[in-house]
């Protein structure tokens, strides 16, 4: 069997064959990417490490299943979703608030963007680039967290730290706020 199988056949051969190769052909394929994405969202390396093992691990067992639309699944997505749900969990555990806490001002006090951020300011849809760059930190992460990343209101409650009502007043000030710079 050939290593350049699409995603979606790797992820096809792995739920219904059980197969080992294929898995680590997707682990190998996804695995760094998920990792360097995950830190961005928290410093602890165990813990993300621990996301990364929950994540594959949950498509080996097939408690995670993937729904294929169309014809090109998107693996990555599919998998950061998974990721992202798990990192929520892991953070919820003992100390993760304070962990958390530590982890997002050590990311607030960074002189250099995430990726997120430059996406963010980066798209250059009419005016959206400059609307999205003047929303303060605050709302453009409930927007990340909420939009790009797919979390639910809950989920970016304990991802920010924050109550799950400020998350929702949050976005609903950031949307008010880009559908006036956008109008």
Do not use: N
């Not at 729904?67 to 090109?72: A, D, K, L």
């Not at 892991?90 to 963007?113: F, I, P, S, V």
């Amino acid at each position: 069997m050939s290593d350049t199988r699409s995603d979606g056949e790797l992820l096809r051969a792995i739920a219904v064959d059980a197969d080992r190769r294929a898995f680590e052909e997707l682990y190998r394929r996804y695995a760094p990417w998920l990792r360097a994405r995950l830190r961005g969202r928290c410093a602890d390396p165990g813990v993300v490490d621990d996301v990364v093992q929950e994540t594959f691990l949950a498509v080996w067992r097939g408690t995670a299943r993937h729904r294929q639309e169309g014809h090109s699944p998107d693996a990555a997505g599919w998998l950061w979703r998974i990721a992202s749900r798990r990192l929520v969990d892991a953070l919820r555990g003992d100390g993760a608030r304070g962990r958390l806490r530590q982890a997002l001002a050590r990311l607030r006090h960074r002189d250099e963007a995430s990726a997120e951020e430059r996406v963010l300011a980066g798209v250059e849809h009419g005016d959206l680039a400059g609307a999205l760059v003047r929303l303060s930190p605050e709302l453009r992460a409930v927007l990340q967290a909420t939009v790009i990343d797919g979390l639910t209101t809950r989920e970016a409650a304990v991802l920010l730290g924050i109550p799950p009502g400020t998350v929702k007043t949050r976005a609903m000030r950031a949307r008010k706020q880009l559908r006036e710079a956008l109008a």
